[in-house]
């Protein structure tokens, strides 16, 4: 269910309708606790691109524009800070409260760094050579490949949204069962999805412009290329 909400969340996002919005993450929220490891970087996105195109009017002396893009920023740094504050209270308190005290059942897919969500998170920010050596692999180049590659790599041609989804990648490439083969076959790689799609329409402009990098005469001078 959190698949087409988020999009619909998104898509509210872009046309500035905040109500809307903000109605449709809360609801996609009630899905999977997940859904605030790409919410709270959608929100960092959000107030970055509106400080920049606020510092864009600023530039170009315009006036009008500066009041929504300050609305916009608060908006994206309360959804970054709500949104990682219930992930937290989620990880740490609602969900071992209901298991009786157990410790969350996500700390057994990432046991090379610890047996609590503490001892991980701690292990990965004081051992990144660690760190590096479980997500510099090929199961995660496959990985990669396997969500880029269906789109033609359009993603990637809007890095700063495919950037959202960085975070929860970094994540699912060093779980240990997401990243069973074949990888991605688990509830855990859905909220990533909306992301990826996102960015793969945001790309779409972009592609005729690195097109035009291509060197097309050369092409054509080459025997048997270009024809048919």
């Known amino acids: 269910f959190s698949v087409p909400l988020l999009l619909l969340a ?4 872009e046309r500035r309708l905040w ?31 509106s400080w920049w195109q606020q510092r864009k009017h600023r530039r170009e002396g315009a006036v009008t524009g500066n009041s929504d893009e300050r609305r916009a920023m608060i908006i994206g740094a309360a959804m970054a800070v709500l949104a990682s504050l219930y992930l937290f209270l989620a990880v740490k308190v609602l969900i071992p409260w209901f298991r009786e005290g157990e ?5 057994r897919y ?4 610890g047996e609590t969500p503490s001892e991980i998170v701690i292990t990965m920010l004081t051992r990144p050579g660690l760190l590096l050596g479980e997500f510099l692999t090929l199961g995660t180049l ?4 396997r969500v ?15 950037l959202v989804g960085a975070p929860l990648f970094l994540l699912l490439c060093l779980n240990e ?3 069973e083969t074949p990888a991605p076959v688990h509830h855990f790689h859905a909220p990533l999805l909306p992301i990826v ?17 291509i060197p097309w005469s050369l092409l054509a001078r080459q025997p048997g290329v270009l024809t048919a």
């Not at 990432?110 to 760094?113: A, E, I, T, Y």
């Open 103 to 107: 410790v969350v059942h996500y700390a």
């Open 177 to 179: 069962l997401a990243q």
């Open 197 to 213: 799609f996102w960015a793969a329409a945001a790309g779409l402009p972009n592609v005729a412009r690195c097109l035009k990098w």
């Open 19 to 49: 109500k809307t919005m903000i109605a449709l993450l809360l609801v996609t929220l009630t899905a999977k606790e997940d859904l605030a490891i790409v919410i709270a970087p959608l929100g960092v996105w959000l107030c970055l691109t």
């Open 10 to 13: 998104i898509d509210q996002l």
């Open 110 to 113: 990432f046991s090379r760094f």
């Open 142 to 145: 496959l990985y990669a490949l």
């Open 148 to 162: 880029l590659v269906p789109l033609g790599g359009t993603p990637l041609l809007s890095p700063s949204r495919q």
